[in-house]
């Protein structure tokens, strides 16, 4: 080891592995950890400062910040909590329905917001709903168990608020003491499928943009530092791949989750006339009154919904690559995402959140709206992650010490025997041994810490390094199995009624499904968009490279073997 150290790829080496044990022991917190690399590669003779500083705000981190302020706006003027209520009227009560309305919101809303704001604002009109349906939870908890139960611990729920009348309990007194028991169970397990489903759905809706969630920050980020000339991932082509294998994880996993806890059965197509029916009514009114509660859109939120729409339209239409996008009208390699998201977010600093009024343009004397934007800075301060944004700076300065000292290329060297196996077979393994290590680790801090060693395999293997880095990217985000795996897990679980079996008999199948279908992705349309069974033309310098910093190093242990 002494010997090991004695090289760069060694003092490298130990820094990353440092790093690796701070972050998933979280003996520091997670942003001081990031900032590692400023205190240790310069002193080690790793990288020079003037290298590395620049690393903790690239292009990438201002598409970040460009999200996450235009998600603090739509927070701002509740526009958010619109969407949710429509969407919920739409899809109906019925409990699989209902929780297929809770998913699709919730992963819509997890694409441009962060996916534990989103759980945060979902569960509490989730409470409301289904205190409405069921009652309140404590009783529900006191009639599922039989009379020589020990009495449970019960936890208060805190929901939205709704009108008395219709939290009462479903009572029947043509129902033997057996049959209510019977049924509050499966209002139990209901209410279960109903808090379990939210971040389960928050986390794969991040997957589907590239702000969306940290990890496809980093793979952006690390594709520019690792295969400069690779610009086939940007906002519009990523989504184009993963909004449908969004899409898709999110009905198998309805499916799983319904089935589970008793959502799937007759009722789901046909209607009956029963005290389910009654309460799913007394549900559909409470829905339909929060939202009447709304009022119509005010100026506010149409103007958010204007620049929300422009936002997602520009950043689509920049460069999709299956057409011209409008950045062919700007001098090339020069209009990036993070100028695009950067000049929307900008005008919400201005745009005034009230209808101005025009008539001071002729009397100055007349009388005008209060002048207040659609965002301020302070409100863009207390929102903004400044942590996350540390986290991936301190990401991308460790893929440029790996990089630069060549460790990446001294593990890629090590991990030659993995040619063996099939690309298909690796896709899924790499899937799931990254959906396995999350459950214990920050999902940032994993895809930083691995995905540099899956694009050197990549590059050993003569694989086309997106084939490997992509499903790397989104397994990162497959942390269904424990509460402390995500921060929505943990609000979730916080609720009290959720048990870790729970958690880990449902992840376990959901992670299996979403193996599989970034298996099915990667294979069918992945391999079309981005051309994945050729080894391409912008990874073979690096791959020279490669193998020319494995030659030398290989040599420099032979030469003080033989000393």
């Not at 029947?172 to 169970?185: A, K």
């Not at 506010?300 to 239409?317: D, M, Q, V």
């Not at 896709?427 to 694009?455: D, H, R, Y």
Request: glycine share 6%; proline share 6%.
């Amino acid at each position: 080891l002494f010997l090991l150290l004695c090289y760069m790829e060694g003092k490298c080496l130990y820094v990353v592995l440092l790093m690796a044990m701070f972050w998933c022991t979280e003996a520091l917190p997670l942003a001081v950890t990031a900032m590692l690399p400023v205190c240790l590669f310069p002193t080690l003779g790793i990288l020079p400062s003037k290298k590395l500083c620049p690393q903790y705000f690239l292009e990438t981190n201002f598409l970040f910040l460009s999200g996450l302020l235009m998600a603090s706006s739509i927070e701002e003027w509740g526009l958010h909590r619109r969407i949710a209520l429509k969407v919920l009227t739409i899809v109906g009560v019925k409990p699989a329905w209902l929780i297929l309305g809770m998913m699709l919101t919730s992963s819509f809303l997890s694409m441009w917001l962060s996916n534990t704001a989103t759980t945060a604002m979902m569960l509490p009109i989730a409470n409301a709903i289904l205190e409405s349906l069921f009652g309140d939870l404590e009783t529900l908890k006191q009639k599922c168990k039989s009379p020589d139960d020990p009495e449970g611990q019960s936890v208060k729920l805190h929901s939205l608020p709704s009108v008395p009348s219709e939290k009462r309990m479903l009572q029947s007194d043509m129902m033997t003491s057996e049959e209510i028991q019977l049924e509050s169970q499966y209002q139990l397990k209901v209410w279960k499928g109903f808090l379990i489903c939210i971040p389960y759905a928050a986390s794969i809706g991040g997957t589907a943009t590239l702000t969306g969630t940290a990890p496809n920050l980093i793979l952006i980020g690390q594709l520019k530092s690792h295969f400069p000339d690779c610009d086939l991932i940007n906002f519009g082509s990523w989504f184009a791949f993963a909004f449908p294998l969004m899409l898709i994880f999110l009905f198998f996993g309805w499916i799983w989750i319904s089935y589970l806890y008793g959502g799937l059965n007759t009722r789901l197509c046909f209607k009956k006339s029963d005290h389910r029916a009654e309460a799913e009514a007394r549900a559909r009114a409470l829905i339909e009154d929060d939202y009447r509660k709304l009022g119509p859109l005010n100026f506010a939120e149409g103007a958010i919904s204007f620049f929300f729409a422009l936002f997602a339209i520009l950043l689509f239409t920049r460069d999709p690559k299956f057409f011209s996008g409008w950045s062919v009208f700007f001098k090339k390699g020069y209009v990036s995402d993070a100028v695009t998201g950067v000049i929307i977010v900008s005008i919400l600093f201005f745009f005034p959140s009230q209808k101005p009024s025009l008539s001071w343009w002729f009397d100055p004397k007349a009388s005008n709206t209060p002048y207040v934007p659609l965002l301020s800075w302070k409100k863009a301060q207390e929102s903004v992650p400044w942590n996350i944004i540390l986290l991936l700076g301190g990401g991308f300065a460790m893929a440029k010490a790996c990089e630069e000292s060549g460790l990446a290329s001294w593990i890629g060297g090590h991990l030659q025997p993995l040619a063996e196996v099939p690309p298909a077979a690796a896709v899924m393994l790499i899937t799931a041994f990254l959906a396995g290590f999350t459950e214990f680790a920050s999902n940032t801090a994993t895809i930083i810490i691995f995905l540099p060693v899956i694009a050197e395999l990549a590059i050993r293997v003569s694989i086309n390094p997106l084939y490997f880095m992509i499903p790397a990217t989104v397994g990162c985000s497959y942390a269904f199995m424990l509460p402390v795996s995500t921060p929505p897990n943990s609000i979730a679980f916080a609720s009290g009624h959720l048990m870790v079996k729970d958690m880990v008999k449902t992840g376990f199948v959901m992670n299996i499904l979403g193996v599989l279908s970034v298996a099915l992705a990667m294979n069918t349309w992945g391999v079309a968009m981005f051309d994945l069974h050729s080894y391409p033309e912008w990874a073979r310098p690096i791959n020279k490279t490669a193998l020319l910093t494995g030659v030398h190093f290989s040599s420099v242990q032979s030469v003080n073997a033989t000393l």
